[in-house]
């Protein structure tokens, strides 16, 4: 359930999350300009086999890897 968003609203959200210690699926976080749809794909598909959702959990993390 980890969220794919290129809104930095939710990187906000997401702070305030982490230090009130409130738990969040995990944001995957993207900025367009910085990144092709097959290498977002890519990196999404890489991802997804390489970890556990359970990993992603109260995490940001940003593409391109």
């Known amino acids: 359930r980890v969220?794919?968003?290129h809104d930095k609203?939710?990187?906000?959200?997401?702070?305030?999350?982490q230090?009130?210690?409130k738990f969040f699926y995990g944001i995957i976080f993207?900025?367009?300009i910085q990144i092709t749809l097959k290498?977002?794909?890519?990196d999404l598909l890489l991802i997804s086999q390489a970890?556990?959702?359970e990993e992603l959990h109260n995490l940001?993390?940003?593409l391109p890897l």
């Open 9 to 17: 609203d939710f990187l906000a959200i997401a702070n305030n999350y």
């Open 3 to 5: 969220l794919v968003t």
């Open 60 to 62: 940001v993390t940003y």
């Open 19 to 21: 230090e009130s210690q």
């Open 51 to 53: 970890a556990k959702a």
């Open 39 to 42: 290498n977002l794909i890519d």
């Open 30 to 32: 993207s900025r367009p």
